[in-house]
């Protein structure tokens, strides 16, 4: 049965402290507990603990060991009869790290004879180290003593501050540390085994000093440097912006190939996906270096947005992620490119999140209920929470909203809060109701706003009307109204912006917000001597799909002109959307020139930045595009995408996309200053322009630039170009790239990544060869998202081969995989959730796949939720 957030209940028994100790090995641990338990007055309940997969080798109350009777083991928990307030209990277990496969709990990270011991416990993965309420809102100081081996595992760490530390018999040795501050059990983590470290010394605004200290294996530990320097950005960024100092005497962060997500907060003991903490210009790109630092920012803000302030139960999950995921960004805008950041952050919502709350498996940010709750870890919870900060922080305005972030703060350290304790702190300390944003994390689905402007010329006005609708979707028959901030400007048909006169808003400005939360209002702007061209929800205001009239000249006009950056992009991106709409229907259009000329116009334009050049000279994606029909078929939109590029190819010429592309090339280094990122970004956009006006043209330069790359952000395209244009010079520069990068998993994912996007049927021959590579696994989530991920998500035309073949494999795949790590499995079995929007021969094929996943017996609770979903009317 699903759990539900309107069965919240306050905990009956809480931990006040608890004392581990760890006796710790490769193939079987023993974990000691002892819990300092509470009971709630208020409450008549049996203790139960969480636990599963356990041996429970021995248990007793108060000192007294407990008999059979007095205890029962139940469908993973453990009761336990006639527990006293302030009782302690003590419990002995034996877990078998080497043979977790699920990377949940405490695991093997590598190899048994070199590899280490680490756990991932958010969000219910302490239940799988020992018996425990394992739940966010019982927060318990640790005590935590770990011994093993000295020679096996020379390093132990785990959260808060070292406590000691000495030799035992036998070749062993122990550590201590002590968290002082309280918190759940998903923050829990240890680590222990061979592993090298760089330390850094840091002292806080608020004058603590304290060790940074990052741990790898050895042989990469010359690869952390960046993130170092990036964890002291994201310090003193926290302090500056936030007034937000680091809390502990000691930061630890740790390096592991072996890992689920991305990374992992635990308290003072940071655990990171190697993808995102290892970085060098050999072997990572500059979206990764930008990756690397964004990802160190968002584990480090955790400390506070997550740690110090925790969630009361896991529907409030958006409360640390979309917060943190805020912040974040916030924080990347800063130390890059603003407007780029924002162009890259609205990218990944209408990639990953408008699709999922379009598809069967939309649910709220904050959702109302769950089976599996790692099954919530969404693009909807993450981005579109983080979307649902940015509204109500630019509602307030930065110094409201810092006056509401310091009251948050204040006011819920050390607890277990709520989205209402969120919204609440907000609003009070700026004297504003924020009440009505909470309709945005109660509803699923994206908001649609449509705009008609109507100007008349006697009277000198012009009407703007915006009206709102969102669909009903199966769980949710009725949708209402949400509070949209739009904020605008008017522009003049020569290009300058408009003061702006509406009643009740400050007269004369050139931008302001208007708030739509009915389902149609009208906005009357006086003093209009022309018709002006509209810029609407400037900065993407509010995570809604803008429906506007505005024709392709408006359109090109605002890419001309706009002062906001982001807006400028948007107004090129619908203009390629209406230029594709056109040579989808088979017309050649207004929209295709026009949207070709606005560009080769700014390809002479030495004023646009590189970088924002190549994002304008880029339309829609094809996912983003599928979102727009209502059966898609992906061979007919990566026609389309494609013959759209083609026009913009011919438009600029052969010519000048060599001589900037030459002009490019010259500046080649791998330095990662923003110029010269923009200029690799900008010089892979021109090469597959060309390489669309003359192959073997683009060959040769592809392949040029692959032997001469200093960095692996040019070998990497080039190598890209070869690939998806099926050069011949693809087979000899694959195989030298795997033979340079055969001892760094890392950039071998990206050998295994690339392949998978080449072009139709022949994509599923090579995805079925590479799973026979030696260096495959279905153990390792990178490896198997560099290839089935990479594969099902970016490559639409291979894997939605119309005979179901890619289905049939990735079904198959997914439930062999469900057996090792049902988190993973259930994350890559997501990729079929567009499949009822297909043409209906995809469709069918794909129902079969999604419906024989369904039907094996013993499925994760995880997937199974998955498939369910999906199949669901
Ligand atoms: N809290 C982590 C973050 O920073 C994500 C961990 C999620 N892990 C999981 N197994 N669901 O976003
Ligand atoms: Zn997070």
């Excluded at 060790?211 to 042989?219: D, F, G, P, Q, R």
């Excluded at 110094?399 to 277990?416: C, H, L, Q, S, V």
Aim: charged share 25%; proline share 5%; with cysteine.
């Amino acid at each position: 049965a699903p759990i539900r957030l309107s069965d919240y209940r306050a905990p009956a028994w809480r931990v006040e402290r608890v004392e581990l100790v760890f006796d710790l090995d490769i193939d079987s641990s023993e974990v000691t507990s002892r819990l300092h338990l509470r009971r709630d007055p208020a409450q008549d309940e049996t203790l139960r603990l969480d636990g599963e997969g356990l041996d429970l080798l021995s248990i007793s109350l108060d000192g007294v060991a407990l008999e059979p009777g007095q205890f029962r083991l139940v469908d993973s928990a453990l009761e336990v009869e006639g527990v006293k307030d302030g009782s302690v209990l003590e419990t002995r277990v034996r877990t078998h790290p080497a043979a977790n496969t699920a990377l949940e709990g405490l695991y093997l990270s590598g190899s048994r004879e070199a590899g280490f011991l680490l756990t991932q416990c958010e969000a219910e993965g302490f239940r799988h180290i020992t018996f425990f309420p394992d739940r966010p809102d019982v927060l318990a100081s640790y005590t935590v003593t770990l011994r093993a081996d000295k020679t096996r595992f020379p390093v132990l760490l785990a959260g808060g501050n070292p406590d000691g530390a000495g030799e035992l018999e036998g070749g062993r040795h122990w550590a201590r540390f002590v968290d002082p501050h309280p918190k759940p059990s998903y923050l829990f983590a240890l680590v222990a085994g061979r592993l090298e470290k760089i330390e850094r010394d840091y002292v806080t605004a608020d004058q603590r000093p304290v060790k940074l200290v990052i741990w790898s294996e050895a042989n990469v530990i010359d690869r952390c440097h960046y993130a170092m320097d990036a964890l002291e950005r994201s310090m003193r960024w926290d302090e500056e912006a936030y007034g937000r100092n680091y809390d502990l005497d000691v930061f630890h962060v740790v390096a592991t190939h072996d890992f689920n997500m991305g990374a992992m907060e635990n308290k003072g003991l940071n655990i990171f996906n190697a993808k995102y903490l290892l970085a060098d210009p050999d072997s990572t790109t500059d979206d990764e270096y930008r990756a690397v630092e964004a990802v160190v920012a968002h584990e480090y803000f955790h400390n506070w947005s997550g740690n110090r302030v925790t969630c009361r139960d896991w529907f409030q999950l958006s409360l640390k992620e979309g917060l943190t995921v805020f912040r974040e960004q916030q924080f990347s805008q800063d130390m890059n490119s603003a407007p780029l950041k924002r162009i890259e952050d609205v990218s990944l919502l209408r990639r990953a999140q408008f699709p999922e709350d379009a598809g069967p498996l939309a649910h709220p940010v904050r959702p109302a209920q769950y089976s599996e709750i790692n099954n919530f870890y969404t693009a909807t919870v993450y981005e579109k929470g983080a979307e649902l900060v940015r509204m109500v922080s630019g509602r307030l305005g930065t110094e409201g909203f810092r006056r509401g972030m310091d009251r948050y703060f204040a006011r819920n350290d050390g607890r277990a809060a709520t989205l209402e304790d969120f919204l609440g702190a907000l609003g009070e300390a700026n004297g504003v109701d924020l009440s009505p944003y909470l309709s945005w994390y109660a509803q699923s689905g994206t908001p649609r706003l449509k705009a008609r402007g109507s100007f008349d010329a006697g009277k000198r006005e012009y009407t703007l009307t915006l009206s709102q609708h969102t669909i009903a979707t199966p769980n949710q028959p009725e949708t209402q109204a949400l509070p949209i901030p739009v904020k605008l400007a008017l522009f003049h048909r020569d290009g300058h912006l408009l003061p702006l006169h509406l009643d009740g808003y400050t007269a004369g400005e050139t931008e302001l917000v208007v708030i739509v939360d009915k389902g149609e209002q009208q906005f009357v702007f006086r003093d209009v001597a022309s018709e002006p061209v509209p810029s609407l929800l400037r900065g993407f205001s509010a995570p809604v799909i803008l429906e506007s009239q505005s024709s392709p000249g408006d359109l090109a006009l605002l890419l001309r002109h706009d002062v906001d950056g982001f807006n400028r992009w948007e107004a090129g991106q619908q203009l390629a959307v209406a230029a594709y709409e056109a040579l989808r229907q088979g017309t050649s259009g207004d929209a295709v020139s026009a949207w070709c000329d606005a560009l080769a116009a700014l390809f002479d334009d030495t004023a646009v930045d590189d970088a924002l050049l190549a994002e304008l000279m880029t339309p829609p994606g094809e996912i983003e595009l599928a979102e727009r029909e209502r059966e898609v078929d992906p061979d007919l939109i990566h026609a389309a995408r494609r013959a759209l590029q083609q026009a913009l190819a011919e438009r600029i010429g052969r010519d000048a996309l060599e001589a900037r592309y030459t002009a490019l090339a010259g500046e080649t280094t791998a330095d990662l200053d923003a110029a010269s990122q923009a200029r690799r970004r900008l010089k892979r956009r021109v090469l597959e322009l060309l390489s669309l006006l003359d192959a073997s043209r683009g060959h040769v330069l592809a392949t040029l630039q692959y032997d001469n790359a200093p960095s692996m952000t040019d070998r990497l395209a080039a190598l890209s170009v070869l690939v998806r244009t099926d050069a011949p010079q693809a087979a000899a520069a694959l195989t030298h790239f795997r033979e340079r990068y055969a001892d760094n998993p890392l950039a071998l994912d990206k050998w295994f990544n690339v392949q998978t996007q080449r072009q139709g049927a022949a994509s599923l021959v090579r995805v079925q060869e590479l799973e026979r590579d030696p260096s495959f696994t279905l153990k390792n989530p990178n490896r198997v998202n560099a290839l089935f991920g990479a594969w099902a998500r970016s490559n639409p035309v291979g894997f939605h081969q119309a005979d179901g073949a890619g289905y049939r494999l990735l079904a198959e795949r997914l439930v062999q995989l469900d057996v090792l790590n049902p988190q993973v499995a259930a994350r890559l079995a997501t990729a079929f959730n567009g499949w009822r929007r297909l043409e209906p021969v995809r469709r069918e094929r794909a129902r079969a796949a999604v419906e024989q996943m369904a039907a094996q017996p013993g499925l994760s609770r995880n997937l199974t939720e998955i498939v369910q979903s999906m199949l669901r009317d």
